[in-house]
T-cell receptor, first 116, second 113 residues
Framework: GAVVSQHPSRVICKSGTSVKIECRSL??????MFWYRQFPKQSLMLMAT?????????EQGVEKDKFLINHASLTLSTLTVTSAHPEDSSFYIC????????????FGDGTRLSIL | GQQLNQSPQSMFIQEGEDVSMNCTSS?????WLWYKQEPGEGPVLLIA?????ELTSNGRLTAQFGITRKDSFLNISASIPSDVGIYFC?????????????FGQGTRLTINP
């Protein structure tokens, strides 16, 4: 069964709205969660790495004030797309990893964000 | 950002055929992972490789971690319609779950029944 749950699976909203996406680890405590963005027919692009209880580390070119990440507990990380515009429309995917273990990352089912 | 070179980009095969795809990197990775993604869903882990030279199977799927630690391949034997999807390789510098992955561009597999 799924070990990472992502919600919502689909969002359609007006330009200027802020949208929050949740990522939960179900069977384990995820010290680290990762947020990706995926455009059609392309690979996953890492946006940021989120560590529980500390500030997220953003990849080059990703605006941290635009994409707010909070990782308040070992089972929940949230990504908020602030004042979303049509160019923010994309497929957003989270994954969770165990700190010191060699376990592979497990992914959520993604959130399809459409900004009108 | 950094990417792995994954090939082929797409494959069109007949049901029952075997499939082979591979990933190469200019730098060493200590973990190689293979994922499958279906439309509108997140990637699902197929095989994880942790040791150079390791050969691991998962049903009809077999993957190997290259001896140089700069490449990996995935084979699918006797393909069936449900194998359709996009396959991604991913490399990790270390062995810790908290370390970020580098992804290949994906191989899109289409099967003619």
């Amino acid at each position: 069964g799924a070990v990472v749950s992502q919600h919502p699976s689909r969002v359609i909203c007006k330009s200027g709205t802020s949208v929050k996406i949740e990522c939960r680890s179900l069977d384990f405590q995820a010290t680290t969660m990762f947020w990706y963005r995926q455009f059609p027919k392309q690979s996953l692009m890492l946006m940021a790495t989120s560590n529980e209880g500390s500030k997220a580390t953003y990849e080059q070119g990703v605006e941290k004030d635009k994409f707010l990440i909070n990782h308040a507990s070992l089972t929940l990380s949230t990504l908020t797309v602030t004042s979303a515009h049509p160019e923010d429309s994309s497929f957003y995917i989270c994954s969770a990893g165990w700190g010191a273990s060699n376990q592979p990352q497990h992914f959520g089912d993604g959130t399809r964000l459409s900004i009108l | 950002g950094q990417q792995l070179n994954q090939s082929p980009q797409s494959m069109f095969i007949q049901e029952g055929e075997d499939v082979s795809m591979n990933c190469t990197s200019s730098s060493i990775f200590n973990t190689w992972l293979w994922y499958k993604q279906e439309p509108g869903e997140g990637p699902v882990l197929l095989i994880a490789l942790y040791k150079a030279g390791e050969l691991t199977s998962n049903g009809r799927l077999t993957a190997q971690f290259g001896i140089t630690r700069k490449d990996s391949f995935l084979n699918i034997s006797a393909s069936i319609p449900s194998d359709v999807g996009i396959y991604f390789c991913a490399g990790r510098d270390g062995v810790q779950g908290a370390q970020k992955l580098v992804f290949g561009q994906g191989t899109r597999l289409t099967i003619n029944p």
